[in-house]
């Protein structure tokens, strides 16, 4: 009786450790986004994806340098960052993560989770940008990136629109 | 002198059957001549909305919609949605991100059908300079007009209604009128509004707003998907408010101000579902509702999302 038990809690153990170390377990925490959860594809200038229609036939350079090609963008984010500590040298049509893990553009949130911690959490639960859609069903979430700029992500100060008719403007 | 009391005898003519003939004649004069008489009766005798049943509700719905197709020569939807059991809508507003850019007043004027001129917006935008005593309403500006905005030294929070739960507007209207409906959102019936403007004194938010003259917008420009108390074209002489955008948010969209906001600070959920929007922000960030001391217990929630 004791052996049985014994056999069935190791066989149940051997279970618990298997489902936590699955790698598609590990993934899917990682990727607890919310349910009804829609992005739009990532904002990308036109014509320049995917990169490696240029870039699979050029050498990767992976010391730090101020580029020749790619001068429209200074970055202005993570001083003393550059361009590899978010893009990937090896396969440029996708970002990696810190921990080398690769993932699509589709998916950045995830890398800049990687330090806005508190902010990706926000913005899982909605609280963080911009929905629209329904409040009670499906709606359409936005990449981070659709709002800030990844080089420079600060947001750029825009035009108020006018101010309401003042009551002794009134005729 | 005796013969003109003798007169009088003959047409047999005493006060009573003056005034009944009197009376017989004007309401005859009344009488429904053609189909806009007709409606303008049944506009007369139309029932308080919450008397009403639902047959009498979509026949005051059918005239609405012929008058408002022969004014604006268009086919507007007047809408009846009821509220959703188990729903009390809520909103909230990220003061930490707001940056004043009145997008959301303008949106709301496009899906609300307010008038133009004179102007009505249901939203109001107030900026307050940062590091001075903490909300004080006297100081904010509401015409501040800089090149561009968030100005460096200035905060801004938008005031509409804030959804009482303890409404004074309510309390105050002599007719009934306005009222609170059961998903937390205070209506009016602009068709048994008298105009008589005390909802607007007894609102400590200057949420409403009055129709001073005819609402004054261009056919192209109206919104026709309404709902009958909310957005629906309006009177001169009624009252009117932020409904959430109720005809939106009945059929579970999002209010339009949400929806135009640029930086995403506007929140709207139902505040009886535990994993809303709008109860992740009350439980996880710092928030005050604007003049609590009052008691309206306002279901409009200010948060700060960052910057503790």
Not at chain 2, 17 to 25: D, P, Q, V
Not at chain 2, 211 to 230: M, S
Request: hydrophobic residues 30%; positive net charge; aromatic residues 12%.
């Amino acid at each position: 009786m004791e052996k049985c038990n014994k056999r069935v809690f190791i066989s149940l153990a051997g279970l618990l450790l298997l489902i936590f170390f699955h790698p598609s377990f590990v993934e899917s925490a990682e990727r607890d986004i919310p349910k009804h959860f829609l992005v739009p594809p990532p904002p990308f200038s036109p014509g320049i994806f995917p990169c490696s229609q240029c870039h699979m036939y050029m050498p990767a350079n992976k010391t730090p340098r101020k580029l020749e090609m790619h001068q429209e963008i200074v970055l202005k984010h993570m001083p003393g960052g550059w361009c590899f500590d978010c893009h990937n040298p090896d396969n440029r049509d996708r970002l990696r993560l810190a921990n080398g893990k690769l993932i699509s553009f589709d998916e950045s949130y995830l890398l800049c989770g990687q330090c806005h911690g508190t902010i990706l959490r926000d913005w899982k639960a909605g609280l963080h940008g911009k929905r629209t859609g329904m409040w009670n069903g499906e709606k359409l979430y936005r990449l981070c990136v659709h709002c800030h700029w990844p080089h420079e992500p600060r947001f750029k100060p825009i035009k108020p629109l006018p101010p309401p008719v003042r009551p002794s403007e009134i005729k | 002198m005796k013969k003109i009391t003798g007169e009088k005898r003959e047409i047999n003519m005493n006060r009573r059957t003056f005034l009944t003939g009197a009376a017989a004649g004007l309401a005859g004069a009344m009488l429904p001549l053609n189909k806009a008489d007709a409606s303008f009766w049944e506009a007369f005798f139309q029932k308080h909305f919450l008397e009403m049943n639902d047959a009498e509700k979509k026949k005051v719905i059918e005239r609405l919609e012929k008058e408002y197709e022969q004014k604006y020569k268009k086919e507007i939807t007047v809408g009846l949605e009821n509220p959703m059991p188990g729903v009390l809508f809520g909103y909230g507003l990220d003061l930490s991100r707001c940056i004043g850019c009145r997008r959301c007043e303008y949106a709301c004027v496009d899906e609300n059908n307010q008038s133009k001129d004179p102007q009505i917006h249901w939203i109001t935008v107030l900026r307050f300079k940062k590091g001075e005593k903490w909300i004080d309403l006297e100081e904010s500006e509401k015409y501040y007009n800089p090149p561009l905005v968030p100005e460096p030294d200035y905060f801004y929070m938008p005031v509409q209604c804030q959804q009482c739960e303890n409404p004074p507007c309510v309390r105050s209207c002599p007719t009934q009128a306005t009222w609170k409906e059961p998903d937390g959102i205070v209506v009016v019936d602009y068709n048994w509004c008298i105009g008589c403007r005390y909802c607007m004194a007894a609102c400590p938010y200057g949420a409403r707003h009055f129709n001073w003259a005819e609402p004054n917008r261009k056919p192209e420009d109206i919104n026709p998907k309404t709902h009958y108390l909310g957005n629906r074209p309006r009177y001169k002489g009624v009252v009117e408010k932020c409904t959430f955008c109720i005809q939106r948010t009945r059929n579970g969209r999002y209010p339009a101000c949400v929806e135009a906001c640029p930086v995403g600070a506007r929140k709207f959920g139902n505040l009886l579902d535990p994993d809303s929007e709008i109860r992740y922000a009350i439980d996880h960030k710092r928030v005050f509702r604007l003049k609590e001391d009052l008691n309206t217990n306002p279901k409009f929630y200010y948060f700060f999302a960052y910057g503790v």
